[in-house]
């Protein structure tokens, strides 16, 4: 298969309610009526997939292993830098995810190898 690669995972058992990195399109499976629904924003006509009203990705693909948050925290908390990487489109905070003080340790499970 050519790069680039379209992964994605679906919520449940519910196969049409995929969930795809941000500006990737859905499979011929997806249940288009979740777009737009809940913090969606989403727009099928203009390849705004996957994303948030905040402009953050309904998925990720972190090219290095990164602490889990611990359960029930927002993201946000745990990588204090991402909302300012992902509102600018990506081209802020590029090491939001390995930069040790861009992270909230407290809020972040250790690293298992």
Do not use: C
Not at 47 to 66: K, R
């Amino acid at each position: 298969m050519a790069a680039p690669f379209n992964p994605f995972i679906y919520v449940g058992q519910n196969r049409g309610k995929e969930v795809h990195l941000k500006g990737f399109m859905p499979t011929d499976l997806a249940d288009l009526s979740f777009f737009g629904t809940g913090d969606d924003q989403s727009n099928l006509n203009n390849g705004f997939t996957y994303q948030t009203t905040q402009f953050h990705p309904w998925g990720l693909d972190v090219p290095a292993v990164i602490p889990h948050m611990e359960e029930g925290v927002d993201f946000l908390n745990g990588y204090t830098q991402f909302d300012d990487h992902a509102q600018s489109n990506g081209t802020s905070f590029q090491d939001w995810y390995s930069n040790p003080s861009y992270r909230d340790q407290a809020v972040l499970r250790p690293t298992v190898q």
